[in-house]
């Protein structure tokens, strides 16, 4: 009998053990924030395995599950990674470390997925996001078109001229070879025509379109082909104005932009918010660069905190905007000005309507003091100054971001299945916006960022 008992103690210890769930890493005592119903679950654990959440539980549920990293975060709120859904990676050869130098001050921001506007230094692109995707580069993910298409005589390096139906069918082609997640048009001098067979040619290849559009093209015309989305809101605009036509007739181009918002019609508007709507549509307003230059020649930022993180290389690069900006002066001003108040007014009524609203920075090479990382929380600030509420501007992110690929299994909300890919806050990003700049910690792709190993990442690219 006394032989018996060290036994059945032994069994019990093991069916104890059989019972609990091992994973790579815990965190316990968390808020979690749920984006998409717009509440908060408190006292809560987060079992990560991997890349992926195992589970989320009760906090009081701790002993049934193991690992060697257990953290308590004393009640801090927890959310998904942000998505920059429009970012620039670009500048040739020579700006390739220094754009890669850009990744940890995304994710130190708390920013776990980028979706990249085109440029030319896909290979580089391509290769970062392997290595991130392997936990062997410090940065968010990446999802990028590869080359930008545009007309004969293209406004960025590197990209793909389309002038008919064979060449935008040899484009579709190379961008299949290079794997692209999607398709960015642009509009140097592309054709209507060229921008329709583009989209039609996407489409029979079930691939993503979204970016500029000639503004002698109609985006209703666009979507029935099946454009995925347009970048700014210039083109939305343009289904705004009962004089919209005449000015496309008369081939009036973006200087038809300051009329249109003149001649703004809200019940034309709204018609057309909600045929847009109806039919999936995405828009990315990028309200913070536009403010951002609107405000060139009047703001100082020499002395910018983040410029010290930005390479000199890139830095250089923001002369172009500066230029234009100096070249134009207080008509400059003004109209940008104008620009930003009009745009702004567009976004409450285009969500409302069902516009599938994303935020996204436009900063990188060229674009002047949109500083990566630091943007993406401005826009979203911008956002709900423009009308959404704390919980629809994290959803143009979080949530509309993966959505626009198709991805709302992977990413978007703090449950079993899910990514890895968490921001830790301080106080609740619901209540007030600004809350998303409270970082504590990161969690991107299962890996564990500490407070000192994002101060660390940003040390590690810091000007000299």
């Known amino acids: 009998m006394s032989k018996l008992i060290p036994l059945l103690f032994s069994l019990l210890i093991l069916n104890s053990c059989s019972d609990t769930q091992h994973t790579d890493l815990i965190l316990t005592d968390v808020s979690i924030v749920d984006v998409e119903n ?11 395995s991997g890349n992926k959440i195992l589970v989320t539980d009760d906090a009081s549920n701790l002993g049934n599950y193991r690992s060697e990293q257990i ?14 859904n429009h970012i620039h990676f670009r500048g040739g050869n020579e700006l390739i470390e220094a754009n890669q130098n850009l990744l940890p001050l995304l994710l130190a921001f708390g920013i776990t997925t980028v979706r990249d506007g085109g440029g030319d230094i896909t290979t580089a692109i391509q290769n970062w996001n392997d290595l991130v995707r392997k936990d062997e580069l410090d940065g968010p993910k990446i999802f990028t078109p590869g080359p930008k298409l545009d007309g004969s005589r293209p406004a960025w390096e590197g990209s793909i001229s389309v002038t008919n139906q064979d060449e935008a069918e040899s484009a579709l082609d190379s961008l299949e070879v290079v794997k692209a997640d999607f398709v960015k048009i642009y509009d140097g001098n592309l054709t209507k025509e060229a921008f329709y067979q583009i989209i039609s040619e996407a489409e029979k290849r079930n691939l993503k379109s979204t970016g500029h559009m ?4 109609d985006l209703f015309k666009a979507v029935e082909l099946g454009l995925d989305g347009t970048e700014h809101l210039y083109y939305p605009l343009k289904e705004t104005s009962p004089i919209a036509d005449s000015l496309t007739e008369a081939g009036a181009g973006y200087g038809m932009i300051t009329p249109l918002m003149n001649t703004y019609d809200s019940e034309l508007a709204l018609k057309a918010y909600k045929q847009l709507g109806e039919s999936g549509f995405y828009v990315t307003p990028t309200l913070h660069i536009g403010k951002t230059l609107a405000e060139l020649l009047i703001t100082d930022h020499s002395e910018d905190s983040l410029l010290n993180y930005i ?11 500066l230029n234009s900006a100096k070249r134009g002066g207080h008509s400059y001003t003004q109209t940008r000005s104008l620009w930003v108040t009009s745009f702004s007014n567009m976004v409450k009524p285009m969500y409302d309507s069902g516009i599938n609203i994303l935020a996204g920075s436009d900063s ?15 826009e979203l600030e911008l956002l709900v100054n423009a009308g959404l509420t704390p ?3 994290l959803i143009t992110s979080v949530i509309n971001g993966p959505k626009f690929f198709g991805l709302e299994n992977q990413y978007g909300s703090i449950e079993s299945g899910k ?17 998303t700049s409270t970082i504590y910690n990161v969690v ?7 407070k000192k190993a994002l101060n660390d990442l940003m040390n590690s690219i810091k000007n000299n």
């Open 364 to 378: 990188g090479p060229y674009n002047s003091f949109t500083y990566p990382g630091q943007s993406l929380h401005k």
């Open 214 to 217: 000639p503004l002698s093209a």
């Open 71 to 84: 953290i308590s975060l004393n009640g801090k709120y927890v959310m998904p990674g942000l998505w920059d």
């Open 38 to 48: 717009g509440k908060v679950i408190q006292n809560q654990l987060i079992a990560i």
């Open 444 to 450: 991107a792709g299962g890996k564990w960022y500490s």
């Open 419 to 435: 990514m890895a890919d968490l921001l830790i806050l301080e106080q609740n990003p619901l209540e007030d916006i600004t809350n």
């Open 311 to 321: 390479s000199p290389d890139i830095i250089e690069t923001y002369q172009r905007r």
């Open 391 to 393: 919980q629809e501007a």
